[in-house]
């Protein structure tokens, strides 16, 4: 298991948000065996603020769910600093609900997914994407949730929340 340290800050006002134990536990599932120790800081924030960053740092205008930026270290500066993940809780939320899925599922997934492209995982070519969908979904199974690529039908009483405009 690795020591994870977890800086969370949560200027989002939706609600609800999953604790940092939770946010904790899918971070080190997504780590596995990868890392003996690691850094990470997570930043829980609102469309206004994901749309920013999504725009200066990929040039597209609008929000999105989770933005990663791994620590850029030199080779031989071994430090545990992973990076950090910055997650849009209302884009979380509506894709929940557009995806008939739990809110709290697609939220591990998003941590899943963030954390993967932290230690360099990537979906950009067709074998890569496969690759990391692969084992994003065998990680959220260990954890106990759904295939996220095969979202849930009906509707799920985890996704009640409130986001505020």
């Given amino acids: 298991m690795t020591d994870l340290q977890l800086d969370v800050q949560r200027p989002s006002r939706c609600t609800p948000l999953p604790t940092d134990d939770q946010l904790a536990l899918w971070a080190s599932a997504a780590l596995g065996e990868q890392r003996d120790s690691a850094e990470l ?15 200066q740092y990929r040039g597209k205008d609008k929000p999105t769910n989770v933005l990663s930026f791994p620590a850029d270290l030199p080779p031989d500066l071994a430090l545990p600093l992973l990076g950090d993940l910055v997650i849009c809780a209302p884009v979380v939320a509506a894709e929940a609900e557009q995806q008939h899925k739990g809110l709290f599922a697609h939220w591990a997934h998003m941590m899943v997914h963030g954390t993967l492209h932290l230690l360099g995982y990537d979906h950009i070519e067709d074998a890569e994407a496969e690759t990391m969908e692969n084992l994003e979904t065998r990680i959220l199974g260990d954890l106990g949730f759904p295939d996220p690529y095969r ?15």
Avoid: H, K, M, Y
């Fill in 41 to 55: 800081s997570v930043r829980i924030v609102d469309e206004a603020e994901s749309r920013e960053l999504n725009l």
């Fill in 151 to 165: 979202p849930l039908a009906g509707r799920d009483p985890e996704r009640s929340q409130d986001c505020p405009e």
